[in-house]
């Protein structure tokens, strides 16, 4: 049998192949020889791994005193489930003036934090402000990763994991007295194929 110190077979990986070392082979006379391959990385929540054992055919051929290998390989395939998921959270950062909440005149502060919290690329988001019920939203203020208009924003993509964070402010007016209105910030985005994220809206009510 070979010494085997340095080879590869193919992984798939969602829609990449990769080779994987395994060790170099070192061949003294011609024959057949077979080898078991198998993936040994465990499923998760990701990936579910393919597991079982394959076959691995080399022929070595004695071509005029020269050792020339034909190898008879197999693919592993690994399958990835696709998460595309963003949430979002809305916070009031202002002091409300009064036991109550706030007088007409005063400007309330608010923060929404959007999350790509799935496994894909997030692409094309727009993030948009708005009281329930109501035509308007939040003034959504200009920062990083991201551009506005009025109560909306747009973020070119987010990878997972990735956070942006987006200040808003919103001056009481006097059809707001003695209201209670709840604050809401909503998505929407593509994923990598073209398809909806799950979005979990942020929501905080203003007395």
């Known amino acids: 049998m070979p010494e085997s110190n340095?080879?590869?077979i193919t992984v798939t990986r969602a829609d990449k192949q990769v080779a994987v070392p395994l060790g170099?082979?070192?061949y003294t006379k011609s024959g057949t020889y077979e080898y078991l391959v198998k993936e040994t990385t465990e499923s998760d929540e990701d990936w579910t791994c393919d597991n079982e054992a394959y076959k691995v055919t080399v022929n070595i051929i004695n071509n005029d005193g020269v050792l020339e290998?034909?190898?008879s390989g197999t693919t592993i395939t690994n399958i990835f489930t696709k998460k595309p998921h963003l949430t979002i959270t809305k916070t009031e950062t202002s002091t409300r003036t009064t036991v109550d909440g706030?007088?007409?005149g005063d400007t309330i502060s608010f923060s929404i934090t959007v999350v790509n919290?799935?496994?894909v690329v997030i692409n094309d988001i727009n993030v948009l402000d708005q009281f329930k019920g109501l035509p308007y939203g939040a003034?959504?203020?200009t920062g990083t990763g991201y551009t506005v208009?009025?109560?909306s924003?747009?973020?070119d993509s987010m990878e997972p994991g990735e956070s942006i964070t987006i200040p808003a402010t919103y001056t009481v007016v006097e059809a707001n007295e003695n209201t209670v209105m709840t604050n809401q910030a909503t998505a929407t985005g593509k994923d990598p194929d073209g398809g909806d994220p799950t979005i979990v809206p942020g929501e905080t009510p203003v007395p």
């Open 139 to 141: 003034t959504l203020l």
């Open 153 to 155: 924003a747009h973020i």
């Open 69 to 71: 290998p034909v190898i």
């Open 6 to 8: 340095n080879a590869t």
């Open 117 to 119: 919290d799935g496994n």
């Open 24 to 26: 170099k082979i070192t």
């Open 102 to 104: 706030y007088l007409v």
């Open 149 to 151: 208009n009025a109560n």
